[in-house]
């Protein structure tokens, strides 16, 4: 590999250097994940059809870094966003809030809500923080994270999200929440997004959560 | 540690106008940037979108090339790609996981790939997929122009292949003349990936134009046509927005591109 020459390259670009050393730091932390992941009861290989098996390392809004293999073993609630959103993007978090609603405690506790920022330059652990905080987000239940910015189009593939960033820094994006089981896997989609949640949806969600 | 060195020297070298082909090894053609009218109405770059210098594949990357790239990465051999990366008929064309066979000759360009496939393979050169807006000014050109959209015989000319048979075989890439870049079968040979294939949110449905806000995007809505008589560019935006990344059709290719620095 080139490191020499990357180095010397990156005397010149600091923000390349910035990009390299932090890409080095994630593959370490998923490096310790993975040491971490081993002691875990999910050893069984991920079905071929699951999210997870896309490599994404995610930094929440505690600044931990951590692949989303990590989110293996519950039901999730999916959605991408970005913080500077203003109309469109705090109707995805009161979506996720909606679903939860209809849902026993005992529901909500085997559900996890995961929103991952389109936006990783400006989506910080502080920004994703804010939102937390502001919407009263419960930290057992949600993760609010930003992937690295090569990841992002990968990972809106992976999940049938379409976006495109426009000139004032904005996105263009399907809203969507999508349902992944315990191991990944896509059970269910909406694009009915607000308040009033998706009755299908909702169905699945209790299904994926114990009836 | 996605591009060395060699990329930016590779690259400067034709952009600064010297006959380099070689040192590009005769496979990327260098394109100057400039300021491009696409035939997307993007409402956040009316003017038009800036194209910055980039390089790109002068054709189609073959069956032959692939074939070579999954054999380096197993990974992205038929029957082990995870379903979520490649959809079930992931170079289906194939004899085998690593042979090509009657209908795949290694000069053909390769189809039946995924968005994540073909990424994936760019990767492996230090390059990438090319963006929407690059992969549309590079087929512009004709032999001798750098925008020959509003010649109504080049449009013709275009619009002739696809009303050919996709049954047909492939033939192989590189017969139809470079255009004014260098580059070769932007058309008339397959379709191809683009980057950002999950950016067109065109909506498919023509009675939500006027009303984007009736549609399914977050924003200022889904985008719409700026030309409505290129139909054949459309056609292309209409393919790919209708895709999911781990979908492949038989008619479905890419080339890879570089940033110049």
Request: glycine content about 8%.
């Amino acid at each position: 590999m080139n490191i020499a020459i990357n180095t010397t390259m990156n005397t010149t670009k600091n923000t390349t250097l910035h990009t390299w050393v932090r890409t080095v730091a994630a593959g370490l932390l998923i490096g310790f994940a993975g040491l971490a992941g081993a002691v875990q009861p999910t050893t069984t290989a991920l079905p071929g059809d699951s999210v997870y098996q896309l490599p994404l390392p995610l930094t929440d809004s505690a600044g931990t870094t951590r692949d989303w293999r990590n989110l293996r073993g519950k039901a999730r609630v999916v959605s991408m966003f970005y913080t500077h959103c203003q109309y469109i993007c705090p109707l995805i978090v009161e979506s996720g809030k909606a679903v939860e609603r209809q849902l026993t405690p005992a529901q909500q506790k085997r559900l996890g809500v995961v929103l991952i920022s389109m936006d990783p330059a400006r989506d910080t652990p502080a920004a994703l923080m804010k939102v937390v905080e502001q919407r009263k987000l419960d930290p057992a239940r949600w993760v609010l994270a930003s992937p690295r910015q090569e990841d992002v189009r990968a990972v809106a593939g992976v999940l049938g999200i379409r976006f495109r960033q426009l000139a004032d820094g904005g996105f263009n994006h399907s809203s969507m929440l999508i349902l992944l089981d315990a191991d990944g896997r896509i059970l269910a989609r909406t694009e009915q997004v607000g308040s009033q949640p998706d009755p299908e949806f909702v169905r699945a969600v209790r299904q994926a959560t114990g009836g | 540690m996605r591009k060395p060195l060699a990329t930016w020297l590779l690259l400067a070298l034709p952009l600064a106008g010297i006959a380099a082909g070689a040192v590009v090894s005769g496979r990327y053609a260098g394109l100057p940037g400039g300021v491009f009218k696409s035939v997307l109405r993007y409402e956040d770059a009316k003017n038009g979108v800036r194209i910055k210098p980039f390089a790109l594949m002068r054709k189609p990357v073959t069956n032959g090339e692939f074939l070579a790239f999954v054999k380096r990465h197993p990974q992205w051999q038929r029957g082990r790609t995870p379903a979520v990366f490649a959809e079930a008929r992931y170079l289906s064309h194939w004899a085998g996981p690593d042979t090509l066979g009657a209908n795949a000759l290694p000069d053909r360009p390769v189809v039946w790939v995924s968005w994540f496939a073909a990424d994936a393979y760019c990767q492996s050169l230090d390059a990438r997929l090319p963006t929407w807006n690059e992969w549309e000014y590079a087929a512009a050109a004709d032999e001798t122009r750098r925008d020959a959209r509003k010649d109504p015989v080049w449009r013709e000319r275009i619009l002739s292949w696809y009303a050919r048979s996709s049954k047909d075989a492939l033939p192989r890439v590189g017969l139809q003349s470079p255009n004014v870049y260098g580059v070769q079968d932007l058309h008339g040979l397959i379709w191809e990936w683009t980057q950002d294939a999950s950016s067109l949110m065109v909506d498919s449905d023509n009675r939500n134009q006027g009303d984007p806000d009736k549609g399914k995007f977050c924003g200022a809505g889904a985008l719409s046509m700026d030309d409505r008589e290129n139909y054949a560019v459309m056609m292309r935006v209409a393919m790919l927005s209708s895709l999911e990344g781990r979908d492949a059709t038989a008619n479905l290719g890419f080339r890879c591109a570089r940033s110049a620095p």
